[in-house]
Nanobody, 122 residues
Protein backbone atom coordinates (compact mmCIF):
# COMPACT_ATOMS: atom_id res chain seq x y z
CA UNK A 1 0.00 0.00 0.00
CA UNK A 2 1.30 3.44 -0.94
CA UNK A 3 -0.38 6.76 -0.26
CA UNK A 4 0.29 10.48 -0.73
CA UNK A 5 -1.42 13.09 1.43
CA UNK A 6 -1.27 16.81 0.59
CA UNK A 7 -1.70 19.57 3.16
CA UNK A 8 -1.03 23.27 3.58
CA UNK A 9 -3.64 24.78 1.30
CA UNK A 10 -5.97 27.56 2.32
CA UNK A 11 -7.06 31.13 1.68
CA UNK A 12 -4.35 33.72 1.12
CA UNK A 13 -4.28 37.29 -0.18
CA UNK A 14 -2.50 38.18 -3.43
CA UNK A 15 1.22 38.54 -2.80
CA UNK A 16 1.14 36.10 0.09
CA UNK A 17 2.89 32.76 0.53
CA UNK A 18 1.99 29.16 1.29
CA UNK A 19 3.97 25.94 1.59
CA UNK A 20 2.28 22.74 0.50
CA UNK A 21 3.40 19.38 1.87
CA UNK A 22 3.09 15.90 0.37
CA UNK A 23 3.54 13.13 2.94
CA UNK A 24 4.31 9.69 1.52
CA UNK A 25 4.08 6.24 3.06
CA UNK A 26 7.79 5.47 2.89
CA UNK A 27 10.74 6.98 1.01
CA UNK A 28 8.78 7.20 -2.23
CA UNK A 29 10.78 10.13 -3.59
CA UNK A 30 14.22 8.54 -3.17
CA UNK A 31 14.12 6.70 -6.49
CA UNK A 32 11.01 8.13 -8.14
CA UNK A 33 10.04 11.42 -9.68
CA UNK A 34 7.89 13.87 -7.74
CA UNK A 35 5.47 16.30 -9.31
CA UNK A 36 3.03 19.00 -8.31
CA UNK A 37 0.02 19.58 -10.52
CA UNK A 38 -2.96 21.89 -10.25
CA UNK A 39 -6.45 22.10 -11.64
CA UNK A 40 -8.32 25.39 -11.68
CA UNK A 41 -12.12 25.52 -11.97
CA UNK A 42 -13.19 24.67 -15.51
CA UNK A 43 -9.63 23.95 -16.68
CA UNK A 44 -7.43 20.93 -17.39
CA UNK A 45 -4.94 19.65 -14.84
CA UNK A 46 -1.50 21.12 -15.53
CA UNK A 47 2.05 20.48 -14.39
CA UNK A 48 3.33 23.07 -11.92
CA UNK A 49 6.72 21.65 -10.93
CA UNK A 50 8.61 18.38 -11.18
CA UNK A 51 11.73 16.91 -9.57
CA UNK A 52 13.54 13.75 -10.68
CA UNK A 53 14.98 11.31 -8.15
CA UNK A 54 18.36 12.91 -8.90
CA UNK A 55 17.11 16.36 -7.93
CA UNK A 56 16.69 17.89 -11.39
CA UNK A 57 13.75 20.31 -11.43
CA UNK A 58 11.56 22.01 -13.97
CA UNK A 59 8.69 24.47 -13.61
CA UNK A 60 5.77 25.77 -15.55
CA UNK A 61 6.61 29.13 -17.08
CA UNK A 62 3.81 30.78 -15.13
CA UNK A 63 5.38 29.93 -11.75
CA UNK A 64 9.11 30.29 -12.46
CA UNK A 65 10.78 32.51 -9.91
CA UNK A 66 7.83 32.24 -7.52
CA UNK A 67 7.47 28.52 -6.69
CA UNK A 68 10.11 26.07 -5.43
CA UNK A 69 9.81 22.28 -5.33
CA UNK A 70 11.81 20.33 -2.74
CA UNK A 71 11.92 17.17 -0.62
CA UNK A 72 13.13 16.33 2.87
CA UNK A 73 16.32 14.41 3.65
CA UNK A 74 14.48 11.14 4.25
CA UNK A 75 12.72 11.48 0.86
CA UNK A 76 9.39 10.82 2.55
CA UNK A 77 7.88 14.28 2.15
CA UNK A 78 7.74 16.65 -0.78
CA UNK A 79 7.10 20.39 -0.65
CA UNK A 80 5.98 23.21 -2.86
CA UNK A 81 6.87 26.68 -1.58
CA UNK A 82 4.64 29.26 -3.23
CA UNK A 83 5.52 32.95 -3.01
CA UNK A 84 4.05 36.08 -4.58
CA UNK A 85 0.75 34.30 -5.10
CA UNK A 86 -1.66 35.60 -7.70
CA UNK A 87 -5.43 35.09 -8.10
CA UNK A 88 -4.72 32.93 -11.17
CA UNK A 89 -2.86 30.48 -8.90
CA UNK A 90 -6.20 29.49 -7.36
CA UNK A 91 -6.65 25.75 -7.90
CA UNK A 92 -6.67 22.34 -6.30
CA UNK A 93 -3.04 21.23 -6.04
CA UNK A 94 -2.09 17.55 -6.34
CA UNK A 95 1.11 15.68 -5.49
CA UNK A 96 2.27 12.84 -7.75
CA UNK A 97 4.97 10.17 -7.77
CA UNK A 98 5.94 7.93 -10.68
CA UNK A 99 8.79 5.69 -11.74
CA UNK A 100 10.16 2.19 -12.13
CA UNK A 101 11.12 1.84 -8.47
CA UNK A 102 7.59 2.81 -7.47
CA UNK A 103 6.30 0.00 -9.66
CA UNK A 104 8.78 -2.54 -8.31
CA UNK A 105 8.32 -1.63 -4.65
CA UNK A 106 4.61 -0.83 -4.42
CA UNK A 107 3.27 -2.57 -7.54
CA UNK A 108 1.76 0.65 -8.93
CA UNK A 109 2.91 2.84 -11.82
CA UNK A 110 1.95 6.17 -10.30
CA UNK A 111 0.38 7.59 -7.15
CA UNK A 112 -1.77 10.70 -6.70
CA UNK A 113 -2.78 12.52 -3.56
CA UNK A 114 -6.31 13.69 -2.84
CA UNK A 115 -5.51 17.34 -3.47
CA UNK A 116 -5.45 20.50 -1.37
CA UNK A 117 -7.28 23.71 -2.27
CA UNK A 118 -5.40 26.99 -2.64
CA UNK A 119 -7.51 30.13 -2.95
CA UNK A 120 -5.82 33.46 -3.67
CA UNK A 121 -8.27 36.31 -3.19
CA UNK A 122 -8.70 39.70 -1.55
Amino acid sequence: QVQLVESGGGLVQPGGSLRLSCAASGSVFSSNAMGWYRQAPGKQRELVARMTSGGITNYAESVKGRFTISRDNAKTTGYLQMNSLKPEDTAVYYCNAEGLQLLRTYRVREVWGQGTLVTVSS
